[in-house]
């Protein structure tokens, strides 16, 4: 089936930094959305996107469509703590059934020790 | 705001026991759909509904069942409990059709089978 390739895994923030993280597929997709799982709850919406070349943000992240509409990507400007947590991204293949999903396996985010 | 929630946060069952986890949404959504997530394995969807009385395989429904009776009522079932289900389940509804496919997740329950 369809996969979703996320990267990084995972990795460490400090206060302030700028994150940035992305998704692949080898297939094209018509829609991306990002989500933000804290621990023990479901997964919240952050944004989402429906055109090819789209830029959008909420607050500090901003999310864009790739061009190829194999990729998106999300970025998170001047980082702070309560941001640690698991960010999923989520397409729907083109040719996929009706409102069907694919999810990356996520990246978790965490504090630098 | 869309508002899915599901009948417990946690829940210890015993091998063998029938298990229900009932899922309801506020906002009219006419898909509904269970995933399961685990460590390393990411979101998995187990079944899924366009409609009431409708329902779909996913990717690993084996072991599972699903009823939705109602539009807004999303039921699964583990006819008979294993170990190997012990996992956290999420629900999700969305609108039908293009071009909005987002989904929204109610809190997930935990679920540990002994």
């Known amino acids: 089936g369809q996969q979703l390739n996320q990267s990084p895994q995972s990795m460490f923030i400090q206060e302030g930094e700028d994150v940035s993280m992305n998704c692949t597929s080898s297939?094209?997709?018509?829609?991306w959305l990002w989500y933000k799982q804290d621990p023990g709850e479901g997964p919240v919406l952050l944004i989402a996107?429906?055109?090819?070349?789209e830029l959008t943000s909420n607050g500090r992240l901003t999310a864009q469509f790739g061009i190829t509409r194999k990729d998106s990507f999300l970025n998170i400007s001047a980082s702070i703590p309560s941001d640690v947590g698991i960010y999923f991204c989520?397409?729907?293949?083109?040719?996929?059934?009706?409102?069907?999903?694919?999810f990356g396996k996520g990246t978790k985010l965490s504090v630098k020790p | 705001d869309v508002k899915v929630t599901q009948s417990s946060r946690y829940l210890v069952k015993r091998t063998g026991e029938k298990v229900f986890l009932e899922c309801v949404q506020d906002m009219d959504h006419e898909n509904m759909f269970w995933y399961r997530q685990d460590p390393g394995l990411g979101l998995r969807l187990i079944y899924f509904?366009?409609?009431?009385?409708?329902?779909e395989k996913g990717d690993i429904p084996e072991g599972y069942s699903v009823s939705r009776e109602k539009k807004e009522r999303f039921s699964l079932i583990l006819e008979s409990a294993s170990t190997n289900q012990t996992s956290m389940y999420l629900c999700?509804?969305?609108?039908?059709?293009?071009?909005?496919?987002?989904?929204?997740f109610g809190p997930g329950t935990r679920l540990t089978v002994t």
């Open positions: 297939s094209i997709f018509n829609t």
């Open positions: 996107l429906y055109k090819a070349g």
């Open positions: 509904s366009y409609d009431v009385k409708m329902k």
């Open positions: 989520a397409g729907r293949w083109l040719l996929g059934s009706q409102g069907n999903l694919i």
């Open positions: 999700a509804s969305s609108r039908a059709g293009g071009p909005v496919y987002e989904q929204y």
